[in-house]
């Protein structure tokens, strides 16, 4: 059965640092993978978006990889801030297909 | 411009009663979506709508239908609702071009006793 899997706990980082999340897919095979930013309370709000033929993907602070052979992606929130807490969603989008398939979300708590 | 606003915030019906949930955007975009967010389950699709005249079941369409009254609106119908759609809604609109990314209504709180 095709899969999405996020860490289900917490990210816990110290303020600063730099916080990378996770998401893994099985039997996917993604034309694109994109990233959501939700805070409590709130619709999902659309961070970045990676292509099956690049590697890496940057927009401020934040930088994407997408691994296919590995059937991996990584997030990063470099010099991460307090306001960076939030729930980040990875959804993931197949060739001909309207739609996107939501991983659970990872939640982040930047601690100051 | 608003972008995607949903009508009602919050909600609370009874086993069996009907109601519709109303969504709009102004970013002309093609696609619309419809979404419930459960605790533990994440996003799931209900229906979608590619294009005006057009819908497509999602991953849990059962107990719901969907009207694509025109290329702004987009509404969700529980025929008889129950307990098991008790769940936050969310409406998503995509406009198919460049970025290929969801713009996100607030969400509609559904509690159904």
């Known amino acids: 059965s095709q899969k999405i899997e996020q860490n289900s706990e917490a990210l816990n980082i110290q303020e600063g640092k730099t916080a990378t999340l996770t998401c893994n897919y099985t039997?996917?095979?993604?034309?694109?993978l994109q990233w959501y930013r939700q805070d409590p309370g709130r619709g999902p709000v659309f961070l970045l978006l990676i292509r099956e033929n690049e590697k890496e993907k940057r927009k401020e602070r934040l930088k994407v990889t997408f691994d296919t052979t590995l059937k991996q992606s990584l997030f990063h929130i470099t010099a991460s801030q307090p306001a960076d807490s939030a729930t980040y969603l990875c959804?993931?989008?197949?060739?001909?297909?309207?739609?996107?398939?939501f991983g659970k979300g990872n939640q982040v708590v930047v601690i100051p | 411009n608003a972008g995607v606003t949903q009508t009602p915030k919050f909600q609370v019906l009874k086993t069996g009663q009907s109601m519709t949930l109303q969504c709009a955007q102004d970013?002309?975009?093609?696609?619309m979506y419809w979404y419930r967010q459960d605790p533990g389950m994440g996003l799931r699709l209900i229906y979608y709508s590619a294009s005006e005249g057009t819908t497509d079941k999602g991953e849990v369409p059962n107990g719901y239908n969907v009207s694509r009254l025109n290329k702004r609106e987009f509404s969700l119908r529980l025929e008889s609702a129950a307990p098991s759609q008790t769940s936050v809604y969310f409406c998503?609109?995509?406009?198919?071009?460049?970025?290929?990314?969801?713009?996100f209504g607030p969400g509609t709180r559904l509690t159904v006793l």
């Open positions: 039997n996917y095979s993604p034309a694109y």
């Open positions: 959804a993931l989008e197949t060739w001909g297909n309207n739609r996107l398939a």
């Open positions: 970013m002309n975009h093609n696609s």
């Open positions: 998503a609109s995509e406009g198919r071009t460049g970025l290929r990314e969801q713009f």
